[in-house]
């Protein structure tokens, strides 16, 4: 465990979660665990000579990609955005994928139980984003597994995980939220809500057409906070308290590139086109870039390099 931040804690990690301080929000992200990609269908079109550099593979080409849930706490509500792959794969989805689950187990260790958790937002409905939306109960009925919440997830993403195409059908699973849908307990969101004062969802298109970044901006626009508080690891007179988890637009640190996306992605160009509108605001305002599938980096800045290269400024 390591702490930095002097008298006030502004960052602090265990092996199970990270937090830090977003002006009057507290941000922490907490593990479902990890699990083994292929690293061709990770990265796409990017050869594996240029990829390898920077992510470790396996003698199978599988390289490992983490499952981060980000939690806020605003003072009024604990919002929790993405819920992992849950404990409800089939037993052909555990060959491929294992199971890692760890979720409420590493939330339970910091004193948080589901019953706590005042809203769940999901960026777009794949299996490893809203698993843990629901459970079983002991009769094998699907329950909600934040019984208190409200639900949040893109309209369209519903849409679409109705029908999806044959390319993508594993990655729906309707236990996950249909019966959300269905009891009124889950909102479907057209793009561009506020869902309680700070926290927003954008669109961007690319992995799939509806998949939404979710933003927190803290209310307290008071600069101080910003300005003193070098601990964080960005520089003093760049702070701002924005931050977005940008979900599998961007899913680790090593696809912070343009041209770096995912052979899962549906619409390739659009990821592009995404993340150039992302960055036309994220590097002016110092946006702070939460990452979905990072196992070891869960956020960072992102800033051009003297080439002109993005790269991601750690928090530390």
Known sequence: MTRSGGARD???HTSLMHRLTLGDFELCVFSDGTYLLDGGAFFGVIPKVMW?????????N????GLNSLLIRTGKQTVLVETGMGNKLSDRMKKFYGQPAKLLENLSAEGIAPEDIDIVINSHLHFDHCGWNTVRDKNGKIVPTFTRAKYYAPEGEWQYARKPSERDAISYIPENYDPLVESGQMTLLKGGEEIVPGISVKTFRGHTACMQGIIVRSPDKNPHFWQHQPE??????SYAPTACYISDLMPTTAHID???GMGFDLYPLDTIESKKEYYARALPEKWLTVF???PHVPWAYIEKDESGRMVGKEVS
């Open 10 to 12: 502004i960052v602090w």
């Open 52 to 60: 390898s550099r920077k992510v470790a593979t396996d003698e199978r």
């Open 62 to 65: 599988y390289v490992t990609a």
């Open 232 to 237: 964080v690891g960005h520089p003093q007179d």
């Open 258 to 260: 343009l041209t770096w």
């Open 292 to 294: 979905t599938h990072d």
